[in-house]
């Protein structure tokens, strides 16, 4: 089952993604983002990761403290 965060604002559910990202020196990235499409979304929020919400009711994801 996909990985997934109802917001708190709108009550819309939004599904975790991840691409690879090509960086100018030629490293590969993940870019992680949320869509309301589940195809294709991740399993499980990734390590040393959480969830937050902007103003706009959007899941952000952020690095957790340390």
């Known amino acids: 089952m996909p990985y997934s965060v109802v917001s708190k604002k709108s009550g819309a559910t939004y599904h ?9 020196t030629g490293k590969q990235v993940p ?3 949320f869509s309301k499409e589940a195809q294709g979304a991740l399993e499980k929020l990734p390590d040393g990761y959480t969830v ?9 994801l952020k690095r957790a403290a340390s």
Do not use: D, I, N, Q
């Not at 691409?19 to 100018?24: A, C, G, H, L, Y």
């Open 52 to 60: 937050v919400e902007a103003p706009t009711g959007l899941p952000l």
């Open 16 to 24: 975790l993604h991840v691409r690879e990202r090509t960086t100018s």
């Open 31 to 33: 870019l992680y983002f």
